[in-house]
């Protein structure tokens, strides 16, 4: 069975940082891209950043870039992404999300299609 389990959300005031983690398990980091999306109240999902690490590959939304970094532990089959210059805006629930094949990164994150697995959701509140 494919599991993904999403850790490290939490309460932040603006400016701050967080470290999201995603375990994956049954799922191939080789086959597969993994990365987050989120979703505010309200408002509809958005990819937000990828990662193929088999060639390290990754992508991010135009809203995070330079502030958010992912990176994959293979070791660990974990998927981390890191926050920082957090904003207001980007308070949502942040979901991690496998794709086949590891190609779908980042295309498919950009059109919010395409993923086959879906982790629970870790919930970032930002205060501003």
């Known amino acids: 069975d494919v599991q993904l389990q999403a850790f490290g959300g939490g309460l932040v005031q603006a400016g701050g940082s967080l470290r999201l983690s995603c375990v994956a398990s049954?799922?191939?980091?080789?086959?597969?891209?993994i990365g987050w999306f989120r979703q505010a109240p309200g408002k509809a999902r958005e990819g937000v950043s990828c990662?193929?690490?088999?060639?390290?590959?990754?992508g991010y939304a135009d809203s995070v870039k330079g502030r958010f970094t992912i990176s994959a532990d293979r070791a660990k089959n974990t998927v981390y992404l890191q926050t920082n210059s957090l904003k207001a805006e980007d308070t949502a629930v942040y979901y991690c999300?496998?794709?086949?094949?590891?190609?779908?990164?980042?295309?498919?994150?950009?059109?919010?299609?395409?993923?086959?697995?879906w982790g629970q959701g870790t919930q970032v509140t930002v205060s501003s």
């Open positions: 999300a496998a794709s086949w094949p590891r190609t779908n990164c980042p295309g498919m994150w950009t059109v919010n299609a395409g993923m086959d697995y």
């Open positions: 049954g799922v191939s980091f080789d086959d597969h891209a």
């Open positions: 990662i193929r690490s088999s060639d390290d590959t990754t």
